[in-house]
């Protein structure tokens, strides 16, 4: 296939379909209802998952583009980017989606051969949960500034301080770890990254309610944390470059297109079979169809990204333009939600079974997690043009 060819092929096409309906059969009859307006920390939300996260791990699709010996299928990256897409299009609850998609990708380029051997089968069998522990309250989009401290002490470091809106840390059992471990070197230079057992003495997690009443995000405090050496990811001080593919790793999601294409299509139906709702607001065609064309060069960019990973190619500021256009495409989409809906939009349990109001909440965040869009356009501009900084 022509990086240019954004098409599927036979298999591939055969493959959506046979997802989607492997899902159907597992997902309630109701849930293209109820996902709209179920929140991702209620028990019905958590138990789904781990009911869906196990089945599809039994035929190792999780990982599919993995190699066999680390728990995959070798299969190609854009195939694997239709399994994302299929999850999140059905708004599937699954689990682990940092492990899966970005910190054993990360792994997998800068571990060990035993750390690879112990940790990716397990992310691929859906034993383990992981968090990314990353931020700080003074290091976001300035991650190198970081200040959580691991010293050497025999075959351990102590780990001591603080990290911030660590996702579902308060339902993992492993984090990977960026801490200082040479504060005298310049700030890019003296960090190094670590796998950490969250059940680890010293670590305490505290949740954060967020704006939408969910609790996946945390604070996570270290004191006195002993971690082993073996633990130690790459090269000690080298853990900047790590984080960066990370980041890359966690920007590439086609994720935010898939959801995208959802709510659209459920405000169309709604337009098509209510149409009261619309008729004396003239902008909703058009606002509808400026996001179906939005939504249409999202999906392009979104999935060049495996087309590139499947050509032996490296993507870095490709990430940034479609995590920066997914971000920004999402919160259009519930802008325009919004306002078709008017009141109704509001209530969570409203006529059309559609919280406007919820989308509308949550999609702020989307504009600030893994990266702000004004750090993604700097991004494209210094690597994607090089432009001077
Ligand atoms: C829902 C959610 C989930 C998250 N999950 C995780 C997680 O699992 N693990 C983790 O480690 N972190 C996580 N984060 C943290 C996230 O990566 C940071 O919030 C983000 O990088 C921004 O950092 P900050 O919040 O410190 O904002 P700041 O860096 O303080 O930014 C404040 C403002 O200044 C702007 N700004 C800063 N620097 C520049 C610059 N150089 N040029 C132009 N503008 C600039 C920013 O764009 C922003 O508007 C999550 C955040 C959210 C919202």
């Given amino acids: 296939m022509n990086i240019l060819d954004f098409s599927f092929t036979a298999y591939e096409e055969e493959f959506q379909l046979d997802l989607t309906q492997r899902l159907a059969r597992i997902l309630p009859k109701n849930w293209q209802d109820e996902s709209y307006v179920i929140n991702n920390s209620n028990e019905k939300w958590l138990h789904l998952a781990e009911e869906i996260t196990k089945d599809l791990s039994k035929d190792r699709l999780l990982t599919l583009a993995w190699p066999k010996k680390y728990g995959g299928l070798e299969e190609t990256n854009l195939k694997q980017t239709i399994f994302n897409h299929v999850i999140s299009y059905l708004a599937a609850p699954i689990n682990n989606i940092a492990g899966i998609q970005w910190i054993g990708p990360t792994l997998m380029m800068h571990g060990n051969e035993e750390q690879k051997t112990i940790y990716l089968p397990r992310i691929a069998e859906a034993i383990d949960k992981w968090c990314m522990l990353y931020s700080e309250p003074t290091a976001g989009s300035d991650l190198a500034s970081l200040q959580t401290r691991a010293i050497k002490n025999g075959d351990n470091y102590i780990i001591n301080g603080q990290k911030l809106w660590s996702s579902n840390a308060n339902f993992a059992n492993l984090g990977l770890l960026a801490a200082r471990t040479n504060p005298e070197a310049p700030k890019h230079k003296g ?5 950490v057992p969250m059940d680890s003495k010293g670590i305490s997690i505290n949740p954060i309610e967020d704006i939408n009443g969910n609790k996946n995000l945390n604070e996570v405090y270290f004191d006195n944390v002993i971690v082993s050496a073996k ?17 890359d ?17 459920k405000l169309v139906t709604i337009i ?4 009261n709702i619309a008729k004396n607001k003239k902008s909703a065609r058009d606002d509808i169809a400026d996001r179906w064309i939005e939504l249409n060069t999202g999906f392009n960019l979104a999935f060049k990204i ?3 990973q499947d050509a032996g190619i490296n ?8 995590k920066l256009y997914g971000a920004e495409l999402t919160q259009k989409i519930a802008q325009t939600g919004m306002s078709i809906l008017g009141m109704d939009g509001q209530l969570k349990n409203n006529s059309v ?6 989308n509308y909440l949550a999609s702020v965040a989307n504009t600030i997690a893994s990266g702000t869009s ?5 991004t494209i501009a210094n690597q994607g043009l090089g432009l001077p900084r």
């Fill in 249 to 265: 790793f966690e920007r590439s999601g086609v994720g935010a297109f898939s959801n995208a294409k959802r709510n659209i299509e």
């Fill in 315 to 322: 993507p870095t500021y490709e990430a940034s333009v479609s």
């Fill in 191 to 195: 960090i190094s990254n670590f796998i």
């Fill in 353 to 358: 079974k559609y919280s406007a109001a919820d």
């Fill in 306 to 308: 495996p087309l590139l």
């Fill in 231 to 247: 633990n130690l990811v790459g090269h000690e001080n080298r853990g900047w470059y790590q984080m960066a593919s990370s980041i």
């Fill in 374 to 378: 004004e750090i993604q356009r700097n």
């Fill in 272 to 275: 098509k079979d209510n149409p």
